[in-house]
């Protein structure tokens, strides 16, 4: 079974100052990962994914993930963080082959401090 | 523009009534889930589907049931609300593992 960990549930940083959302996963076959963003009472929205490839992932509103596979992480990171940035994050696994839900994390709080 | 849509955003009902919250996507995903989330809080798997008379129950325990006669519409019932039962629905769909899934907006219930 795959099991996803975020480290910190809630992360205040002040506006203009880079960030960094912590997720590790666990599975004992290849996944797909993702980042999803839910704004307050809204849906979640796709924020990127990791299928294969290039380690390092762009997403929308400037946010990018590295996937590493030998500490099993896919950390999110923006470099320069606004007001509207503040939602919640999820980090999601799914399996490459199989037919299971995703498996989503906790979530991380992200406020960010004019 | 959103391709899944849930209705009612929004419902405040009395304990006892039987209520559906609805779902339907126009994106002809086989793939549709159901989740319940409180406010800041993880999301639950409750419900879902991979496909037309295909339903399973999901991780969380829930009073709710389901059912799929049609792709693109996964109706989730409660056949009587409790307080236990306020929380927000969110509905997905999804066109596979390598996609992702697609969320709708959410029905925030309110069970009095």
């Known amino acids: 079974a795959q099991s996803v960990t975020q480290l910190d549930s809630q992360v205040p940083v002040f506006e203009e100052a880079p960030v960094e959302l912590r997720c590790n996963y666990s599975?004992?076959?290849?996944?797909?990962l993702f980042w999803y963003v839910q704004y307050p009472n809204q849906g979640l929205q796709l924020l990127l994914k990791?299928?294969?490839?290039?380690?390092l992932v762009k997403g929308i509103n400037g946010f990018e993930a590295e996937f590493n596979k030998s500490q099993t992480s896919f950390h999110l990171r923006k470099p320069s963080v606004h007001i509207s940035d503040t939602a919640e994050y999820f980090c999601?696994?799914?399996?490459?082959?199989?037919?299971?839900?995703?498996?989503f994390g906790k979530g991380t709080r992200l406020s960010v401090i004019a | 523009e959103a391709d899944i849509y849930q209705t009612p955003r929004y419902l405040v009902i009395g304990t006892g009534k039987k209520i559906t919250l609805e779902c339907s996507q126009t994106?002809?995903?086989?793939?549709m889930y159901w989740y319940q989330q409180d406010p800041g809080m993880e999301l639950h798997l409750i419900h879902y589907?991979?496909?037309?008379?295909?339903?399973e129950k999901g991780d969380l325990s829930s009073e709710s049931t389901v059912s799929r006669i049609r792709t693109e519409h996964f109706p989730l019932t409660l056949e009587s609300a409790r307080p236990s039962h306020t929380s927000q629905y969110l509905c997905?769909?999804?066109?596979?593992?390598?996609?992702?899934?697609?969320f709708g907006s959410g029905t925030r219930l309110t069970v009095v």
């Open positions: 997905a769909s999804s066109g596979g593992g390598f996609y992702g899934y697609t």
């Open positions: 599975s004992s076959v290849s996944v797909y």
């Open positions: 990791y299928l294969s490839g290039s380690t």
């Open positions: 999601a696994v799914s399996v490459i082959s199989g037919n299971t839900p995703l498996v």
């Open positions: 589907s991979y496909g037309v008379n295909s339903t």
């Open positions: 994106m002809g995903h086989d793939k």
